[in-house]
């Protein structure tokens, strides 16, 4: 049975503390809701980034489907202008001039569905730049937001970061106060048992599996000496004994 001073025992119940207290912080650092809480925000600004991109190109090919619309209508009306010019300097035969006269009805017509063409990208532009627009707004929002949850998220990391220095601290000076075999025994116990190797002996109970111990263990217990390490014969944890103990 090994062996350790009885206070260097139950020091390892602060020592155990620490640990616990340590384990929750790295609980805590894994599971921080503000951590969840930037993934989502992240995951949404990809998506709506992607869709942004869209939109833009979407914004830029209609742009140029507008320039050929409007380039379209020029031409006829240019060449309209110059029909006109001719027919109103009167120079050529008769039939050049009805012939001049027929183009330019048919010019007409030509810039009349042109013109409705046109109008018809420029509304279809119009509504790709307002979605673009609001693409863009969105994409704003969330950026503000994911910049305000990480300055959350760090202050949290910060915080958990700032006690676990003191904690660590603590243990260095808890640890000086046990003998080196003990806690290295503590730490080859616990190891495999949840982060828990020590545990106070309380009213028969033992703290760590919180069943309650049997009458011929308890026996053996009892008449161990203050210096004997025991332990729970049901979870191998190291059973601290105090006066709260039962014995
Ligand atoms: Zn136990």
Do not use: W
Request: aromatic share 2%; glycine share 6%; charged share 30%.
């Amino acid at each position: 049975m090994p062996k350790a001073p009885a206070i260097d025992q139950q020091r390892l119940l602060d020592l155990q503390a620490v640990d616990t207290r340590l384990a929750q912080l790295a609980h805590r650092r894994g599971t921080l809701p503000e951590q969840t809480e930037l993934d989502g925000l992240e995951k949404e600004r990809r998506r709506s980034g992607d869709m942004l991109v869209a939109a833009r190109t979407l914004v830029g090919d209609v742009e140029r489907q507008v320039a050929k619309a409007e380039a379209d209508v020029a031409q006829v009306r240019d060449r309209a202008a110059r029909n006109t010019k001719r027919l109103e300097s009167g120079t050529g035969s008769a039939k050049d001039l009805q012939n001049l006269q027929h183009e330019l009805e048919s010019l007409s017509r030509r810039q009349g569905v042109l013109e409705d063409e046109e109008l018809v990208v420029m509304e279809r532009l119009e509504q790709v730049q307002f979605a673009a627009a609001e693409l863009t707004t969105t994409d704003t929002e969330l950026a503000e937001q994911i910049a305000d949850v990480t300055a959350r998220r760090d202050a949290a990391l910060a915080e958990v970061a700032q006690e676990e220095t003191a904690v660590l601290a603590r243990r260095q000076a808890i640890v000086m106060g046990i003998d080196d075999a003990l806690v290295a025994l503590y730490e080859k116990v616990r190891a495999p048992r949840g982060g828990v190797g020590a545990a106070l002996l309380r009213s028969r109970r033992c703290g760590g599996c919180q069943l309650e111990l049997n009458a011929s263990d308890l026996a053996g217990i009892r008449g161990a000496a203050s210096d004997d390490v025991v332990f729970c014969e049901e979870c191998g944890r190291i059973l601290v004994r105090t006066e709260e103990s039962g014995l």
